[in-house]
């Protein structure tokens, strides 16, 4: 790739960490990037927080402090944490049956399916077995209803098979039976609102004016919505394809209203690393209330068991282990030296990040999507010079 010219970086970044700015002025000049930010927070604080670039295909908007972007799969780490939040109040147990909470849900041989299993992508239901229209995945009642009627594609608990759509659904279902709010509106009253977070599962209409627009990864221009594999499981096609979205769909006002807990949050990176600090267990209210308990933060990564994902193993290359909710770093480093570190990534690049034993967490978005299913080279860049520098400050 041919390089670029690096835009005015706007933000701070303190001196020790000098390195994160290099390599996000890097991911301008030889990685593609379009827009972008990232900040790290150390112990609560911002050590760094930088934007810079285009909010837009045609450079005509810069990106500003506060712009947002949706951040497609990083969104699950905000559905996750409803679900931890419950857990953590004594209202859901994760050892429990679905149906204990979701009786419709016992269908077609589900009725043992555990709370821990939707957490984990391993409920066997990573996609739907009929036709399924963008213009209905907008319907919150017909997508759950028909989760709640398929079969599991293969036994659940057995395996994980990455639900990437229907985690949300499935997870957020289970939430709303438990508060009566679907998650965009637990998350917003019991966190997001309360702390200040930038960060909303449904983009209020107010507040597109910051969005940035989403920029397709360079083999599906032109033939977005047409670029579906044609020669994978019917598993694999149901997870990824059934619909098929992309980055003309995450552009218009209908994704962004909709009720999407899997792939539809907006944020910026500020309200990505704020969001993911939770999970480290350490966040609080300014009355001191500690919004997740160490006890519920070190449950999030508690592994489910190491295995080649059912739906992206082919393309990851290797084993992977999933937590109930986030992706643990492993021996691959996914988020980190630190094995038990963990974190999400988003289609084409964002991702979250939350390490308790270092203090650190990490949000990063971006427009430009990119073509790795996961640990997108920018990312890696970013995360190898935060521990870089962490660990020659020791």
Known sequence: MAEQTTPQIGGHCDARFAGVRTAFAENF?????????????????PVVDLWGGWADAARTRSWASDTLVNVWSTTKGAT????????????????????AYWPEFAAA?????????????????????????????????????????????????????????????????????????????????????????????????????RAAELVPMPAARGGERGAAPRKLAPVVLAALANPVTGAADANTRAWRAAEIPAAGGHGTARGVAALYEIFTGRRRVDSG????????????????????????????????????????????GSYGP?????????????????????????????????????DDPRKMALVDAVYEAVASSV
Not at 171 to 176: S, T
Not at 300 to 306: D, F, I, P, T
Not at 319 to 328: C, F, H, R, S, V
């Open 29 to 45: 000049r030889e990685r593609g990037e379009l827009g972008a930010a990232v900040t790290v927070l150390l112990d609560g604080e």
């Open 80 to 99: 996750a944490l409803c679900a931890h939040l419950l857990i953590d109040r004594g209202l859901l147990d994760p050892d429990a049956p679905v149906a």
């Open 109 to 209: 041989g589900k009725q043992d399916v555990l709370v821990r299993h939707l957490l984990s992508h391993r409920a066997g239901l990573a996609g739907l077995r009929v036709p399924h229209t963008l213009a209905q995945l907008y319907d919150w009642e017909l997508t759950t209803a028909r989760l709640a009627a398929t079969e599991p594609w293969w036994e659940p608990g057995a395996c994980s098979g990455y639900h990437a759509l229907t985690y949300g659904f499935l997870v957020g279902e289970v939430v709303r039976r438990v508060t009566g709010q679907l998650p965009s509106t637990f998350l917003h009253q019991e966190v997001t609102g309360p702390l200040g977070i930038d960060f909303s599962i449904r983009l209020p209409e107010e507040e597109a004016r």
């Open 289 to 332: 209330y500690q919004v997740l308990s160490a006890q519920a933060a070190e449950r999030v990564r508690e592994g489910q068991g190491s295995c080649r994902d059912l739906i992206l193993g082919t393309g990851l290359g290797h084993d992977t282990e999933i937590g109930l909710g986030l992706w643990l770093s492993g021996r691959h």
């Open 338 to 374: 630190n094995p038990r570190a963990f974190g999400h990534d988003g289609f084409g690049g964002s991702f979250g990040l939350a390490d308790p034993e270092a203090g650190i967490s990490i949000g990063y978005v971006m427009n430009h999507m990119g073509t790795h299913i996961a």
